[in-house]
C-alpha cells in the first residue's frame, strides 16, 4: 500500500489534513494477478479521506508556520482542494483506513520518506488513541527506492493534481510498481547467469576429469 498525507506541519506529530492510499500488487506474476482479483473483489483500492484540523490540534497533532505558508504559495486548485472537502474527525478516519485495509499483515506500507508519512500517521494514531493496524517491519520508504533508481528507472509524467494525497499516492504507486519490476528482472537475470555459469563449470569439470581418465585408465 502507497500512503500519501497532506499536512500543515512537518513534525513527527504535524496535523494530518488528508489521508491517501493506494493498494495494489507490486510485482506482477501469475500469484500476483490472483491477488490483483481478490483485491478488487474485497476492496476499493483506493482510499481518500480528509480530517477537521480542530480533531487534529485536540488529539495533540501541531501545525507550524513555515508550512501554512507553503500551502498558501501551491496553485488555487491545490488549495481550494485542501481547504473544500468534506472532512470528518480524525479517529473516524483512522477507523475507515482500519477497515478498509486487507485483514492480516500480509501488505507492505510505503510512504514518501522514512520520517513522513508513516510516521505522521503512526502518530496519529497513538495520539488518537488507537492501535495502528500494521506493525513497523511492514513499513518501506518508497523515497530511498526513488532515489537509488533515479535515471535508472523513468517516472511516468505525473498526472492530476499535485499536492493531492490520493493522486499523489497512485502516481507513486504506479512509479513503484515500476522499479520494483525492474529489480525483479535483474534478479531473475542473474539467477539465469549464476545457473549457467554454475553448468558450465560442471561441464568444464566432467571434461577435464574425462581427459584425466583417458590419460589414467577407464574412468568408473
Known amino acids: 500500500m502507497m500512503i500519501d498525507l497532506e499536512t500543515w506541519g512537518t513534525g513527527p506529530t504535524a496535523a494530518v489534513s488528508t489521508v491517501g492510499a493506494r493498494m495494489a500488487p507490486v510485482v506482477v506474476d501469475r500469484q500476483d494477478l490472483i491477488t490483483r482479483q481478490v483485491l478488487r473483489q474485497t476492496l476499493d483500492a483506493r482510499f481518500h479521506q480528509a480530517i477537521t484540523l480542530e480533531s487534529a490540534l485536540l488529539a495533540g ?3 507550524d508556520a513555515d508550512t501554512v505558508d507553503w500551502w498558501r504559495k ?3 486548485e491545490a488549495r481550494e482542494s ?3 472537502q468534506r472532512r470528518l474527525p480524525l479517529a473516524v478516519v483512522l477507523e475507515n ?4 485495509l486487507p ?3 500480509d501488505y507492505l506500507i510505503w510512504g514518501n520518506g522514512a520520517a513522513a508519512d508513516p510516521v505522521w500517521l503512526e502518530s496519529a494514531y497513538r495520539l488518537a488513541g488507537l492501535a495502528c493496524p500494521w506493525n513497523h517491519w511492514q513499513v518501506r520508504c518508497y523515497r530511498t527506492l526513488r532515489a537509488q533508481l533515479k535515471g535508472v528507472v523513468q517516472e511516468e509524467e505525473f498526472t492530476g493534481m499535485r499536492h493531492h494525497a490520493l493522486a499523489d499516492a497512485v ?14 528482472m535483474g534478479y531473475l537475470r542473474a539467477a539465469v547467469r ?4 554454475g553448468r558450465g563449470q560442471e561441464t568444464a569439470v566432467s571434461c577435464q576429469e574425462a581427459d584425466d581418465g583417458q590419460e589414467g585408465g577407464p574412468v568408473s
Open 97 to 100: 483506513l482500519r477497515q478498509w
Open 194 to 197: 549464476s545457473g549457467a555459469e
Open 82 to 84: 485542501l481547504l473544500n
Open 61 to 63: 497533532m501541531e501545525t
Open 74 to 76: 501551491q496553485s488555487a
Open 103 to 105: 485483514p492480516g499483515h
Open 171 to 184: 502516481h507513486q504507486m504506479r512509479h513503484l510498481q515500476a522499479m520494483l519490476g525492474f529489480l525483479r
